[in-house]
Nanobody, 121 residues
Framework: QVQLVESGGGSVQPGGSLRLSCAAS????????MGWYRQAPGKQRELVAT???????NCADSVKGRFTVSRDGAKNTVDLQMNSLKPEDTGVYYC???????????????WGQGTQVTVSS
């Protein structure tokens, strides 16, 4: 059983900062990539940032220079540091982990329950 537990969402004024964290628990799996997606009301879920097992990170153009993704491979955690937040960053943020269970050849995606981020004055 793999579980993703997110924390760190909340409300902040424009220009403020928030830090999201996600921890993957369970056993007998190997993680490929971890990352964050978000979904604004009435919109499709979109990629925010990903980071691979070798530490190579990538952010969407809309958040580059403001958001930073990091991970701790030993703890199976991924964080998203969000600075200079804008109202358009508002949405539900979902943690995503791509992993493979030992003995399997398939990589599967797992999702967290989502955490609300609201940027408003």
């Amino acid at each position: 059983q793999v579980q993703l537990v997110e924390s760190g969402g909340g409300s902040v004024q424009p220009g403020g900062s928030l830090r999201l964290s996600c921890a993957a628990s369970g056993s007998s799996f190997s993680i490929n990539a971890m990352g964050w997606y978000r979904q604004a009301p009435g919109k499709q879920r979109e990629l925010v940032a990903t980071i691979t097992s070798d530490g190579s990170g990538n952010c969407a153009d809309s958040v580059k220079g403001r958001f930073t993704v990091s991970r701790d491979g030993a703890k199976n955690t991924v964080d998203l540091q969000m600075n200079s937040l804008k109202p358009e960053d508002t949405g539900v943020y979902y943690c995503n982990v791509r992993l493979r269970r030992w003995g399997s050849i398939r990589w599967n995606d797992y999702w967290g329950q989502g955490t609300q981020v609201t940027v408003s004055s």
